[in-house]
């Protein structure tokens, strides 16, 4: 089967620009899930989707951030205006079963993201 | 709060040397533990699950409540170990995501 597809994978943006991140979840595969590392620290949760819906947005850290999953299959992650602290690695993760975290996700290889 | 504290960012190893790699959490209540791994150039996954007591790639992982620790271990190191490794811990409340540490990026040398 496909793996979880992630594009771009390096994105270059000045401070104030506008980017889309977007993430293709193996098909069939209810729960999405977004993350990003920073660039010497851990890895954070952004956002849980159940197909179409928000789950958990717990970790999103400001409403320059927007994510959306058209018709519960693939997923885009906005920032609207991009901001340095930005820069990172966001990655994607999808996982079919009712107990993912416990199952294990499957990762995307990340998008590098650098505002300057 | 929850947290995961990787005390090591780098180590470094012989090849054939035992290796261990620290884990130390904050939780309330019972935790669910996770090793994840990245290899170079690839995608970040899971090694093992402290709930199945499984040894993947030799490496094993015991979960100790009274020190607060779930650490990595093998006893003999191969060269394509190699990677950077996350100890992770699920969230609270039912949530499923994940709370991960920094990360410790294991070097097996010849």
């Known amino acids: 089967e496909a793996g979880v597809t992630q594009f771009p994978s390096h994105s270059v943006i000045e401070k104030g620009q506008t980017v889309t991140l977007r993430c293709d979840p193996i098909s069939g595969h209810d729960n999405l899930y977004w993350y990003r590392r920073v660039m010497g620290k851990e890895i954070k949760f952004l956002l849980h989707?159940?197909?179409?819906?928000?789950?958990?947005e717990s970790g999103m850290p400001n409403n320059r951030f927007l994510a959306e999953r058209t018709g519960g299959t693939y997923s885009t992650l906005k920032v609207q205006p991009a901001e340095l602290e930005d820069s990172g690695v966001y990655f994607c993760a999808s996982s079919q079963v009712t107990t993912p975290v416990l199952s294990g996700y499957t990762f995307g290889s990340g998008t590098r993201l650098t505002v300057v | 709060a929850q947290r995961v504290t990787q005390p090591e960012k780098l180590l470094s190893v012989f090849k054939g040397a035992p290796v261990e790699l620290k884990c130390n959490y904050s939780?309330?209540?019972?935790?669910?533990l996770f090793w994840y791994v990245q290899y170079s150039r690839q995608r970040l996954q899971l090694l093992l699950r402290h709930i199945s007591r499984e040894s993947i790639k030799g490496f094993t992982a015991d979960l100790n409540k009274g020190e607060t620790s779930f650490h990595l271990k093998k006893p003999f190191a191969q060269e394509e170990d190699s990677a950077m490794y996350y100890c992770?811990?699920?969230?609270?409340?039912?949530?499923?995501?994940?709370?991960f540490g920094k990360g410790t990026k294991l070097t097996v040398n010849p």
């Open positions: 939780y309330s209540g019972s935790p669910e």
């Open positions: 992770a811990l699920k969230g609270q409340g039912g949530s499923e995501k994940l709370v």
């Open positions: 989707f159940v197909k179409e819906s928000k789950q958990d």
